[in-house]
């Protein structure tokens, strides 16, 4: 048989709230009526899937800032067409942003200023929290915004556990805020997309699912730079992901005894370089993917209830 399959072939939906994901939502909830902005950070190779639709009905009608953060990792073309996308939004301003241009910082801080003038002394502070998903660099960005390491950051998902007020200056006070999750994720791409980013804690995915899906991903929209990356000479089209998947293992010498491919160890090296940028600038959703996903999910739920209909009607 030529083609290898890969041993998890049914890709699965990806859910990811712990208990102390309604502590982070309730305290967010409590500190919202103190806060004159909310800044928002996207991840900015997800935006869409790291929008989190809890947020809007929490803020209600608190002016918003949009950050497609991580920016440095994303495809600068796609970021673009995000950024057009969300400013049809006409009560939020979506910005871009990554860790090491200071230039965004001054941006971010002005555009706060701007949109509420009136808060600029220290009986009457400018109060901004920063919120958004596990992972996407809230605390970074504060600590950017401050100058020094003043909140805790950390590689992994919920660092950050409760909110925390820090001072850029006696009239301009910063809120970071523990990454929030929703109760359900409702298409499985955006589990995917957020666990792929690494805002998912790591118990409730599977690296070889999200390795396959990755490569799928890859395969179709980033040929040159997965074949770049791993030295491949030979054409991927032709080959199921479970296929490319041990080709990868073999070419980065994950091989256990007996000769098999270790596929755990392959599946971690692949989600790593795209977490750390090692395949390239890559963006894992545009706004017209999304629209032909939504169209997909709607027709594919359409169909469903038609099937169940029909098995009602013959019983
Ligand atoms: N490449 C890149 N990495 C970033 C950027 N911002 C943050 N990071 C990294 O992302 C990781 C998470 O950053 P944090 O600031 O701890 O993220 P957080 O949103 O506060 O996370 P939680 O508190 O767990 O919700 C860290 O390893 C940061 O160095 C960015 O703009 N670009
Ligand atoms: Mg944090």
Not at 70 to 99: H, M, P, S, V
Request: aromatic share 6%; glycine share 6%; charged share 30%.
């Amino acid at each position: 048989m030529r083609k290898i399959l890969y041993r998890k072939s049914v890709l699965m939906s990806i859910q990811w709230f712990p208990g102390h994901m309604n502590k982070a939502k309730k305290e967010i909830k409590d500190l919202v009526s103190n806060i004159d902005i909310v800044v928002e950070l996207l991840d900015a190779r997800a935006p869409f899937s790291s929008c989190n639709p809890l947020l809007q009905n929490i803020i209600k009608y608190k002016k918003k800032i949009r950050l497609l953060n991580k920016a440095d990792l994303a495809d600068n073309e796609i970021t673009k067409r995000w950024i057009e996308f969300f400013q049809k939004d006409a009560n939020a301003i979506a910005l871009t942003g990554n860790k090491d241009d200071l230039k965004q910082k001054k941006q971010l801080i002005q555009l706060c200023q701007s949109l509420s003038p009136n808060r600029n002394s220290f009986e009457k502070p400018l109060r901004v929290m920063i919120t958004g998903i596990p992972n996407v660099g809230k605390s970074t960005l504060i600590n950017k915004l401050i100058g020094k390491k003043s909140a805790k950051t950390g590689d992994v998902p919920a660092v950050t556990r409760s909110n925390q007020c820090l001072v850029l200056t006696d009239s301009f006070l910063v809120y970071d805020t523990p990454g929030m999750m929703w109760q359900k994720i409702k298409y499985d791409k955006i589990g995917y997309n957020l666990a792929i980013c690494n805002s998912i804690g790591r118990n409730a995915c599977d690296d070889e699912i999200l390795a396959v899906y990755l490569l799928g991903y890859l395969k179709t929209y980033y040929c040159d730079l997965l074949l770049e990356r791993y030295k491949l000479n030979v054409d991927v089209s032709n080959l199921v992901e479970g296929e490319l998947l041990h080709l990868i293992g073999k070419k980065r010498g994950c091989i256990l005894s007996g000769g098999l491919i270790d596929i755990q160890k392959t599946s971690e090296i692949i989600i790593q370089d795209f977490r750390a940028g090692r395949i390239g600038r890559v963006s894992l959703e545009t706004p017209e993917l999304w629209e032909a996903w939504m169209e997909e999910s709607r027709l594919a739920e359409e169909l469903l209830a038609e099937q169940s209909e029909d098995d009602e009607a013959s019983r």
